[in-house]
């Protein structure tokens, strides 16, 4: 009896140590399935969070080029866009008229340079921009000419003079009235933007009449569109005459630089209003 109580008694110490070790390693498997799992999790929420990471990241540069490829809204101005008060002092903006006059002792010294066969002279800081624009109207099959350009005092004064003469012939009117009535065709002088070499009087080759039918012409046409790109403008457009003091001329164009002749043009404004001078108080018409 007593040897089957010791042999039972080591039975159930051997199955309880047993049983111990069993549960020790099931412990140990739960414990590393545990960990295993966590590792798995873990490394999944780092894949999640790399992938949002990446997309979030596409999605900025997707925006930056979306952005970049947006077409840009222009803000119009609240006014007209004039001359600032240093490009006012330029000389291819001087302001030449009745209001604005110029004693022979003002007016500017020129170098001029030649401009074609017939001796027409013009400043010489101009001459490339008019070279350029009469060589591209020829390439546009256009043959405008000049047919007034650089005037010299003396010139201007003989000019003026002889016109008062034939007007006080013609229509019998006193000095002071023929003088009226002259300056609507040839300008006082030191009013005369010829007289700083920056003016020209440009015809049609098929038509040289110095009238409205001008502008009517193929040639005139084409300076009437382009002149601005090569820093022309118009001086004397229509329906600005109470603005400039003198009549449309479809002919008389001056240079002011190839940024002021585009907004210029782009505004339907004359040389007055962009320098901020006003109408002329003494119009010539």
């Given amino acids: 009896m007593r040897m089957r109580r010791r042999r039972y008694k080591g039975d159930i110490r051997r199955i309880r140590q047993r049983n111990a070790r069993i549960f020790l390693v099931v412990c140990l498997v739960v414990f590393g399935a545990a960990t295993v799992w966590i590792s798995i999790d873990e490394k999944k929420a780092e894949k999640k969070a790399e992938q949002a990471y990446k997309e979030q990241i596409e999605q900025e540069e997707q925006a930056k080029k979306e952005e970049n490829t947006k077409p840009q809204v222009n803000i119009e101005p609240t006014g007209p866009v004039l001359a600032d008060e240093t490009e006012k002092q330029q000389w291819y903006l001087r302001l030449v008229n009745s209001d604005y006059p110029m004693t022979e002792a003002d007016v500017p010294e020129v170098a001029t340079e030649t401009v074609d066969t017939n001796g027409y002279q013009v400043d010489a800081r101009i001459m490339e ?27 201007q004064v003989s000019l003026y003079e002889n016109k008062i003469e034939r007007v006080m012939q013609e229509e019998g009117l006193s000095y002071e009235d023929a003088a009226v009535k002259a300056a609507t065709v040839v300008a006082k002088p030191g009013t005369s933007e010829h007289q700083v070499g920056l003016a020209l009087d440009i015809v049609s080759s098929e038509y040289q009449e110095l009238d409205e039918a001008q502008m009517e012409t193929e040639d005139q046409k084409w ?40 907004e210029i043009t782009e505004q339907n404004i004359t040389l007055e209003e962009y320098v901020g001078a006003g109408a002329v108080e003494t119009p010539v018409f």
């Fill in 129 to 155: 921009d008019l070279e350029a624009m009469f060589e591209d109207a020829r390439v546009a099959g256009r043959t405008p000419m000049i047919c007034s350009a650089f005037r010299a005092w003396d010139l």
């Fill in 223 to 262: 300076l009437m569109e382009n002149s601005w790109k090569y820093g022309f403008i118009l001086r004397y457009p229509m329906d600005k005459s109470e603005i400039t003091g003198v009549i449309f001329e479809p002919w008389h164009y001056r240079y002011v630089g190839k940024k002021a002749a585009k």
